[in-house]
């Protein structure tokens, strides 16, 4: 599947784009770049791609407002790539919707590990059509369910409702450590594969977004509830559904 996969460089230094270009084309995948978001956008209009590596800090049009646009009606991956001073940013790029991000100067070797991932997950996601829905996996809590195969959260409606990478990685672990109160290392260790620093705070924005698409009252919430000083604790009691 890799092979076949198509990658988005979005970057305005040249040698970040050259290097990236000739990693992911030793690799087999289709190769695609643009300095400005503007290009970029005229490249997914007419390629097919499976994700972006997508710098923040662009010309014109910066990488936050790109992903934040993007998200309205696309599931394209999207991995920031940031510096290291960029925190701020890169935890608003996470609120935008974008799935990862990578530090400035990153290692060429975690960039293609993550990006692999992502494209897996993402086709797995797409490559799921509409008509098979009756064999899709669920898994139910509360009013909602979660289609495991298609990354939806549906409510009781049958409205759906999809989910980022990281929104739905971070679901599906909470769901499977129901009842249980689990720290932000062990929630990225679960959904991001990373070690923790104290600093780190993408569970938190991660958790966020999950409450506002799970109508859960941030201030007064019922189904993810906050454990001071610990972490996150998953309410409702889950049923796999099939």
Not at 15 to 31: A, D, H, I, K, P
Not at 139 to 159: G, M, P, T, V
Request: include cysteine.
């Amino acid at each position: 599947m890799e092979t076949e996969a198509s990658i988005l460089v979005v970057d305005d230094e040249k040698m970040t784009r050259q290097c990236l270009n000739s990693y992911f084309e030793e690799e087999g995948y289709r190769v695609f770049s643009a300095e400005t978001a503007e290009q970029a956008e005229g490249i997914l209009r007419s390629e097919m791609i499976d994700v972006l590596l997508l710098d923040i800090r662009l010309p014109g049009k910066d990488g936050l407002t790109l992903t934040r646009e993007l998200r309205v009606n696309s599931e394209v991956g999207i991995i920031l790539v940031t510096g290291r001073q960029d925190e701020v940013d890169r935890l608003i790029g996470l609120e935008c919707g974008a799935d990862e991000y990578i530090t400035k100067p990153f290692n060429p070797r975690e960039i293609l590990a993550r990006t692999k991932n992502l494209v897996r997950r993402v086709r797995h996601c797409t490559d799921a059509k509409p008509t098979d829905a009756l064999m899709h996996n669920f898994k139910q809590f509360d009013r909602w369910k979660l289609n495991i195969d298609r990354r939806q959260l549906i409510d009781e409606h049958q409205h759906p409702t999809q989910l980022t990478d990281g929104e739905f990685q971070l679901l599906n672990c909470l769901i499977n450590h129901a009842g249980q109160v689990m720290n932000r290392e062990q929630i990225m260790e679960q959904i991001r594969d990373r070690e923790w620093v104290p600093s780190d705070r993408t569970v938190d924005v991660l958790i966020g977004r999950l409450r506002r698409k799970l109508n859960d009252d941030p201030s007064n919430p019922k189904l993810i509830l906050t454990v001071h000083g610990t972490g996150y604790l998953f309410t409702p009691r889950p049923t796999e559904l099939t």
